[in-house]
Structures are given as structure tokens and as C-alpha cells.
């Protein structure tokens, strides 16, 4: 066990565990944000999505030790009331099935728009790839994306 | 107007769940459904229950009881919009939450079989109208005017002739104490203002901000985590256990074996015990359980072949034959064609022996689909508190009634003694009817007498079992020389269930007609997954009626619909499971929505057409070509499922059910070696990615005035043959055996 200190949605936070508890873990069990979902644990289907320094990362396999000092952004701090153009341009496609996916597509996408505004088609379906959705909601993601996207150049 | 009995009670909902408020920690009340957000809402200072689905705030906010599990079919939004209804509610006002398992007010608190909605048509309306009559009445009874002349719109009651007018909120108290009306009456279809309009997700906002929802963000002070290990192959049972190492771990509460079911037990239809007895490690956090199950030495051995009694869904009782030994696949479709030649006969017309003699030409070919593994986003688990008279269960499933009697009978209590709460859930596609989950949940929590929840990893998720069966089907197909279809055979079995719909399509539309029937025993446990057996049939005879009207010279869609005809004015046989002008209407409707018929440049086109579950969907797939691989273009969708309560989300299932059913045809299988699953996580089971997706799908509903039917379940069968007749036109390559990529297509 060793104690580190995190700064997870703009909150520096210390947990104790062991290092190489996944930051997903740490995230659920221990800091209560359990947005960040468990799907695979393996890198397979981007439900632990978040941002580390603003990169999409699997926090199923990133071990709390080698966070360091970087910033941790969960689904929970995306936006302080929900409202980041992704958050709404789901909404507004009314995306979600099941639901349990989105946390992940919704990270991942926002890291897609803040390096690539305006992406094509094909770069939203190459960056979006390692999330799965077995509700099959991927027409509706990319409908949202683009709906974000343009609401985030206007 | 329909005019019906009400069957409710004065105060129904008596059983108030001891969730309520208190479930989550972060301040999230468990029961603070949803919209609108309730940070964003005024509380009433009082509510008033009208009945067990339904309150009313002196504020006018309208809390609905959504009473069947949500498991991405959105219920929690379209159930609730059909009490709002006929309550006459301003949408705005209504909070929504997920009812507790109640069987005392609710009925059919199950989500399978796509019956949510068709069940619920009426009750819910009921309940809706039965409040909106109390607060009538009460109305009158306060204005001193006859009730008949009250009227209401959007939470507002009106009397027109003097002028008088109050909320829904102002007349809530006084609602409270009316009688209970004997009858009620519902509105005409006509007068829906709520449904057949699109409504968001309820729970929509809660989602994208990543509040507590699902079973896994379910938490209760001082509760502890559990896994469970199972045997690494179907046909073994644990032999010993070494926990020694395990139990030293850091944050390692204990470790034990249980059984899931009593000896004698005489199982449920959703109850499975493919793996009687398992290791169950107990401890503080997901992370230091996860390590310690992976310091246990455990060894297993082979069992005996054996039978075990069960119910059915229907409530008979059944004898199943569980057969020892590892099995391979490779073996399997040595036993399927084994067991294909003792089929029984289940449907015979005519004399189709002898047209088949006869006949100018005959077709036949051969399908198949492997074993498929449910793979819910969420994994299973479950929350239970078990204490020396109560247990409290927390979590998602599929069939809560049906659950409550095995946990009651496991753990020795009575029935009200069981508490089941349902979460939003992840996923269920089928594999949550099936709870062993919960009793596992419960027996772990009664054994360490503490408050627990039980986590599977994906790979014990996968490797569990209750997969979707293995099927094999042989079609033939018997023309005369003016090409006309005068004999038909299917021959279909699975491992360890057989496809087979007897009474379907094209059932009642060729003269001579033979249906058969057979099983092959297996100890891979198996279960309904989403549009259970139709999710092959369909797929295998959609392919296979394609090819035969080729060979008729006909155009697919025409060749259809001309069988219809024939199914429709002059029917073969006693008993046809489906409306033959339904299945035309849509095939119809997809015909001219794609334009069926125009040559595009590079788009090669597919088309089949289903029936299940009371509903009726044709597709139309393009295919383009792009270096030597097809891309699905558009997906074109007619769907016949009744009255659309909620389109907006409808229209997501059934892209979903699209997206689902091309994924699972091209790129999903699970195979053995020996007794184990090839594939326990996303590396090797393969699941339609976005790159995979369809680029596009178009949803059209047939106009509709009959009452809601299926839609969870009947878009995912006929896409699988609308995307194997687009691949034969785009490629030239018939195919016959699932996943297709197994045959080196890959869609991109
Ligand atoms: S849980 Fe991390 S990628 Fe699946
Ligand atoms: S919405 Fe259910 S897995 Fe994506």
C-alpha cells in the first residue's frame, strides 16, 4: 500500500492503496465517481474512458502510480452542469440505450473535438473504434459528434 | 372510448421500499427519478398517492412508477408516458421512478419477450384514467357541478360553464379521499396527446453526467465486495480448493465454497446451475478481491452424465438430460448432422415427398450459427443485504418475480420477506432472465452476514454460460416448371435447442410443406437471447428464400409477396402464426421507401422480411463496395409493431436491433476446446465497432391503429438475411455459416 495524491476534476484528492490498483478502481471504490464504467478491463471497449491531461485514456489499465501529478477529468467533471457541447449534443439525439457505454463514447468524443474540431467521418469512426456499444447506438455518437462539433465552431 | 374495469386498490402500493432516499451515498436519492433533474425542481411540501402507480405533489408534480425493469428498451420513459396519458399530465411535471418488485400492484414486473409495452397498454392507461377520474370528482365535488361537465387538460381541471378552473396540485388532497372508480373510461386514439410523440430518455441527463445508476454504482455503508470463481470448463465441478495464499491477501475478508441451489431443489426455468458449488472471496475492494482470486489453487474434475428436473416458462415440469464430458466444436457439427437425421416431423401439408420427386428443380442448402455469448456492456452483478429475516437485493434483472422464489426458497424465508430493488441496467438482451446472480448474491451475504455485491469480471461473464444455443438448419426447396414453389422442407436443430417456428412463414403459402424438428443434447448452459431462435431462422431462411427465387427468375421482393398472396386469400393448413398482410405491408413499405429497383452505382442490395413477437420488420441493406470489402451503406427499416408510443426512441431500438444483428452475423461466435470457452473478453469475442457500422438507417413505421407490439427483439432477426443477400450481389459469394467474417469478409 502506498498513498498518492491525485487531482481528479480539478480536486486533489489521497487515496491509499496498492500501486498497481487501476485508476478505474480507485476512481469507483474509493472517490465514489463511479461514472467511469467497468466493461472489459483489458483495453477492449473504452466504458473506463477519461482524460489524463486531456488524452483519452483506459483507466481499466492505467495504474495509479503513474498518474504523477497529471489531471484526472472523469465523466463527472467533463462539465460543471452537464452542458459540454458533447453532454448536449446527446441529449439532444436522445443517444443513449442502455446507457452504460456512453460515459466512455462521451470522453472520448470530447477528446476527439478539443484535437480535431472538425473531424471527418472517418476520423470520428477511427477515434471512436475502441469504444463498444452492444446497444448499437454508433449511428446516433456520430450524429451527436457532428451536432458538437458544429455547436462548438459556431 | 374503451370503457374497462379497473382493478385497483385504494392504497395499493402498501410496500414502500426501505431504499427509498437512502440507497445511494453522494446524496443521490435512490428514488429521485429523473426528470425533470429534481435539483432543477421544487419538492411538494406533501404528495398524495392515488394509486399504486401514481402521486400527485400539492405543487402539481406527478411522480409515475415505471414497474417493469429498464434494460435499454427505454420502458422507463414509454410506460410512464402511457399512464401520463390518460392521467391528462403537462409531461413537464412528471418525475418518473423505477418501481420495486411489487406483485400486489403490479403486474408482468418482466422485461423479455419485447411484452412490456403490450402488457402494460391498458393497465397503465388504467391507472392514468382511474386518477384523472378521482380528480374529476373531486373537482365536482368541490365546485358543486355535475362531473360529467369537468374537463381537463395538460394537469388542469376545467368547468366550463362557470368559469372554474384548479390544478392537478390544488385538487391532489381532496382526489385522495374519492372513491375508487368501478370503471373508467380511455381515450380514443385520437385524443393521445403524449403518445405517439417522441420523449427523451428520462433518465437521459443523469447518463451523460455519470450519476449512479447502474447495478455496479450501487453502494451501502459497510458493504463488501465478492467474486466468485466457477470451473474453467462446461462438464466439470470443483474438486478441492487451496485458498491459503488468497486468504493472507490484503483487504481479504474470507473465502468459501457455496452451492447455489439446495440439493433437492427443483429448479425455475431462469434458474442455472451449470456449475453447482463455487469459490466465493470476500474482501474491501474490487482490486484487491480481483488479485486474491488469482492466488487461489483450485482444481477441478470431470462430471457424470445426469438429469435434472426444471420448469418451464409455462410452468410444466421437464426433465433435462445433462451429458458429462468436455465438448469441442469442432465435434459439434459432427452431433448436428447426426442428430438432424432423427428430427421429428412437427408440421406436414400436402405431400411433399412427392413433389420433391417430381419437381423441375430443386434447391437446398444448409445453414449455421455458433454458440453467442450475451455480453451486456455491464457484467452481472448484484447487491444483496440477507439478515435472519429479511433480504434486501439491489441490482439488475431481467426477472425479478421469478428470482424473489428462488432466493425465498434458498435462503428459507417467506416471499415478503424478499426485497428486490431494480437499477437501470446495462444491457440485458436475455441473459438477465437468468438470476443465479441474485441467489449467489444472497447465500454470499447470509453466509458473511454482512451487506455485499457480488462483481463478475467479463471473463466470468462470458465463460458462464446461458449462451444463445448453436443452430443448424437444412432448407429445401421443390419448383415446378412454370417456377412456381410447390414443395418446401426445413429441417432445423440446435445444441441444445431446436429454431424451429413450424407455423411460419412460408408455412401456409406452399401446397406441399414439411417442417422437422431435433435436439442435441449438451452441458453448455444456454438461454434466450435477444429474439430467441428467430435470431437464426430468420437469418437462414431469408437467405435461402433469396436463393430460391433466383432460381425461379423472380425478384425477391415480388416472389414474396406473391407466396403472401397466396398466404392471405387461400391459406395452407389449420394454423399460421402470422398476419401474411402485415408481413406484406412492410415488405411494401421498404420496397418503395428504398426505392427497390433503381440501379445506384456501387450499392448492392439485400432485402429480407420477419415476423416474431407480435411485430413485423423488412430491411433493405446497401452494400458499396471499397477496395475489395463491402461497407453497409443504409440500412432501410419498415417496421409493423402497432401504435409507436415513443418514436423518437423507437426508432433507436430499432437501429440498435439493426446495428446488433449485422454485428453478431459477421464478426460474433464462441467456440470450445474442451469444455472451455475459446473467447473471454473483447480481444478474441468480436462485437460491431463503429468503423463496422452501418453508415446510415432509415426507420419507417407502418401507420398503425392496433395496440402496441413487440420492438426490443424483432428488428435484429431479418437484417442478418438482408446483409448475407446484399454480401451474395456485392461479392458473389453466398453465405451460409455465422459469424460470415469466419469466411474472410471483413465490412470496413
Ligand atoms: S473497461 Fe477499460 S476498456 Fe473496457
Ligand atoms: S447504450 Fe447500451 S452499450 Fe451503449
Known sequence: MATFTLTVNGKKQAVDVDPNTPVLWVLRDHLNLVGTKFGCGMAQCGACTIHVDGVATRSCMLPVSSVGDQKVTTIEGLSEKGDHPVQKAWLEHDVPQCGYCQAGQIMNAAALLSETPNPTDEQIETAMNGNICRCGTYVRIKAAIKTASKNLNA | MTKMKTSIGRRTFLKTSALAGGGFMLSFSWLAGCKPAPDMVELPKEWF??????????????????????????????????????LDVDWKNVIVEQAPLNTSVFTRQLAGGSQSISQGWKSLRMAGATARNMLREAAAKTWGVPVDEITTEASMLYHKASGKSASYGEMASAAAKVEVPKEVELKNNSDFKIIGTSRNNVDGKKIVTGQPLFGLDYK???????????????????????????????????????????EDYAQQWCDVDSFPELVVVVGNTTWEVMNARKALKLEWEQFQDHEISSSTFWGTTVKIKVPGGLENSAQHNQVMATASKSAKVVRKDG?????????????????????????????????????????ELVGPIQT???????????????????????????????RRLYGHFLVEAAVISQKINAPVKLIYTREDDMSFG???????????????????????????GGIPESPLFANRFPAG????????????PSNISVGAFRAPASNFIA???????????????????????ELLDRALNNPVGERNDYEAKRLMGVLELVRSKSNWGQDMPNIHRGVSAYFCHDSYVAHVIDLAMENGKPRVEKVHCAVDCGIVVNPIAATNLVEG?????????????????????????????????????????????????????????????PVIGALANALYKATGKRHYSQPYLGETITLG
Do not use: C
Open chain 2, 466 to 492: 446461458v449462451y444463445r444455443p448453436a443452430y443448424h438448419a437444412r432448407y429445401k426447396a421443390a419448383l415446378d416448371e412454370n417456377n412456381k414453389l410447390i414443395g418446401f422442407h426445413v429441417n432445423a
Open chain 2, 351 to 391: 405431400n411433399p415427398e412427392a413433389v420433391f420427386k417430381k419437381a423441375a428443380k430443386v434447391v437446398e442448402r444448409s445453414y449455421s450459427a455458433p454458440f453467442l455469448a450475451h455480453n451486456t456492456m455491464e457484467p452481472m452483478n448484484f447487491f444483496a443485504n440477507v439478515t435472519s429475516d429479511k433480504a
Open chain 2, 509 to 520: 403459402a406452399v401446397e406441399n410443406y414439411l417442417a422437422e424438428s431435433w435436439t442435441a
Open chain 2, 49 to 86: 398517492e392515488l394509486n399504486g402507480y401514481l402521486k400527485i405533489g400539492d405543487n402539481g408534480l406527478v411522480t409515475i412508477m415505471s414497474p417493469n425493469p429498464e434494460i435499454g428498451q427505454n420502458v422507463k420513459t414509454s410506460m410512464p408516458m402511457l399512464v401520463a396519458e390518460e
Open chain 2, 220 to 262: 451501502q455503508q459497510g458493504m463488501l465486495i465478492a467474486m466468485i470463481a466457477h470451473p474453467p470448463a462446461f462438464g466439470m465441478r470443483l474438486k478441492s480448493v487451496d485458498d491459503s495464499q488468497a486468504r493472507a491477501m490484503p483487504g481479504i475478508k474470507d473465502v468459501f465454497t457455496i452451492k447455489t441451489y439446495p
Open chain 2, 657 to 717: 436491433g439493426s446495428v446488433d444483428g449485422i454485428g453478431h452475423a459477421m464478426y460474433s461466435g464462441l467456440t470450445f476446446t474442451n469444455g472451455t470457452p475459446d473467447q473471454t473478453n473483447f480481444n478474441k469475442y468480436r462485437l460491431i465497432r463503429h468503423k463496422e457500422a452501418p453508415k446510415a438507417i432509415e426507420v419507417h413505421f407502418v401507420e398503425s391503429t392496433v395496440d402496441p407490439t413487440g420492438l426490443g427483439e424483432p428488428p435484429f432477426p
Open chain 2, 400 to 430: 425479478p418475480e421469478f428470482m424473489e422464489k428462488s432466493i425465498a426458497a434458498r435462503l428459507g424465508l417467506p416471499l415478503e420477506k424478499i426485497d428486490i430493488q431494480m437499477t437501470r441496467q446495462g444491457g440485458g438482451f436475455g
Open chain 2, 539 to 561: 437469418g437462414a431462411e431469408q437467405s435461402f428464400l433469396d436463393e430460391v427465387a433466383e432460381a425461379a427468375g423472380k425478384d425477391p421482393i415480388q416472389f414474396r409477396l
